[in-house]
């Protein structure tokens, strides 16, 4: 079974350039959560959808920040302008079900850098 | 929201049993307990989960003492390859479908030849 896939796995931007980042869930997950990961830190929720509803954006920076998850799949994250202190990595995650107790799968993460 | 306290890091050696403890002072009757492990450059991977008591799979064991305050990660006899961070998660659940999972910093295990 295929896992969660990101692309691309490294982007180095400009600052103020726009920048997207796109997940692929497991086949059959429900669920779909976009995380940032700073260095040395654990990841910290952007945006979680059920299906194709986001139940939970309150972190996410929506000055900036957008995301969108059409159909229900496929889900893209985009920060426009970026910021020197957007440099994170970026980790998207599915779960099958809409509990809270579903086993989450992760995604390798999209190395973003803004210089 | 519950904030979990996990040591920064712990050093083993090979074979050894590892126990990495991590508070949960202001738990909920809700909540559950949960652990991931992550290695670099890779996302967080799913390890065990847990309400209360004990709980034990292929690759690790979850103790949860009654008063649900703590709860204590046990990996039997690690290798090289445990060699990671290890993240204890409080999943809070409000209602009408609300409920998050917070990570916190981690605990960075090393095991040692």
């Known amino acids: 079974e295929a896992g969660v896939v990101q692309s691309p796995r490294y982007k180095i931007i400009e600052k103020k350039q726009p920048v997207a980042f796109w997940c692929n869930p497991i086949?059959?997950?429900?669920?779909l959560y976009w995380y940032l990961q700073n260095l040395g830190q654990g990841p910290e929720l952007l945006i979680r959808y059920e299906n194709e509803e986001a139940v939970d954006d309150s972190q996410l920076p929506k000055d900036r920040f957008s995301a969108e998850r059409l159909k229900g799949v496929d889900s893209t994250l985009k920060i426009q302008p970026a910021e020197l202190g957007d440099s994170a990595v970026y980790l998207c995650?599915?779960?099958?079900?809409?509990?809270?107790?579903?086993?989450?799968?992760f995604g390798p993460g999209t190395r973003l850098t803004v210089l | 929201l519950a904030k979990t306290t996990q040591p920064i890091s712990m050093d083993s050696y090979e074979g050894q049993e590892v126990n990495i403890t991590c508070s949960h002072n202001n738990i909920a009757t809700n909540d559950y307990i949960t652990w991931y492990q992550q290695f670099p450059s890779q996302g967080p991977r799913f390890i065990i989960q847990g309400y209360k008591t004990k709980v034990k799979n292929e690759v690790a064991s979850l103790f949860i003492p009654a008063d649900r305050k703590s709860s204590t990660l046990s990996l039997p006899r690690v290798s090289l390859s445990d060699t990671a961070v290890y993240y204890c998660?409080?999943?809070?659940?409000?209602?009408?479908?609300?409920?998050?999972?917070?990570f916190g910093k981690g605990t960075k295990l090393s095991v040692i030849p």
């Open positions: 086949s059959g997950h429900n669920t």
């Open positions: 998660l409080v999943g809070e659940y409000s209602g009408a479908g609300s409920y998050q999972l917070t």
């Open positions: 995650a599915s779960s099958e079900g809409l509990s809270f107790t579903d086993t989450q799968y």
